[in-house]
């Protein structure tokens, strides 16, 4: 091929190869990996962290930021009662302490709006997984814990910056923005626990 034919129609040609290179849709686990790891690159994604479509009605920030917490709180009772290890005693009661504040927090501020908060309830996604927990013993029970708060800390992550960023409720905003420091907190704890 003609030397100068490759230099006028490659340089042409980047553009239009770079512009059909970005219109490759992202899969899911494609938009929690690059999210997680924009966040904490040592972080496990996971393709059932959630769905990575951003939240920004009331609503749905206010039933999936309640069954996240109250996931986080009922697994981390159930570790409590058969784990051994000392690292993941302290970060679940952590957990149970953090979140319970989280849930008040959201719910206060929804009452500020004008709006009731409902009662937090885990989806069946959720609940197999708390089933998991509770019927798993010793150190597979503390690695499933371990696994799943990984995961649930991603998906509350990605939901609270979402809301934060686009939410229809102000109150909810800042809510949702000053929870996002303290997932991140949780984020590192987890990646530093031994097993």
């Known amino acids: 091929m003609n030397k100068s034919l490759i230099r006028f129609t490659l340089p042409a040609l980047l553009p239009a190869l770079a512009l059909a290179a970005c219109q490759k849709a992202p899969s899911t686990s494609d938009a929690v990996s690059s999210s997680a790891a924009l966040d904490d690159p040592a972080a496990v994604s996971s393709e059932s962290a959630s769905d990575t479509a951003p939240v920004t009605d009331a609503k749905t920030y206010l039933e999936k930021a309640g069954a996240g917490d109250k996931f986080e709180i009922e697994s981390s009772r159930a570790i409590l009662k058969t784990t051994k290890n000392a690292e993941i005693e302290n970060f679940a009661k952590m957990m149970i302490s953090a979140h319970t504040e989280s849930t008040e927090k959201v719910k206060k501020a929804a009452m500020a709006a004008g709006i009731k908060a409902p009662e937090p309830t885990l989806t069946p996604e959720l609940q197999q997984k708390l089933d998991a927990i509770k019927a798993a013993k010793g150190e597979d029970a503390d690695k499933l814990y371990i696994e799943d708060q990984k995961e649930g800390h991603q998906a509350a992550?990605?939901?609270?910056?979402?809301?934060?960023?686009?939410?229809?409720?102000?109150?909810?905003?800042?809510?949702?923005?000053?929870?996002?420091?303290?997932?991140?907190?949780?984020?590192?704890?987890?990646?530093k626990l031994s097993m």
């Open 157 to 191: 992550l990605a939901l609270h910056k979402s809301y934060g960023a686009g939410g229809d409720t102000p109150q909810l905003k800042v809510v949702a923005d000053n929870i996002v420091p303290v997932v991140r907190d949780h984020i590192t704890m987890l990646n």
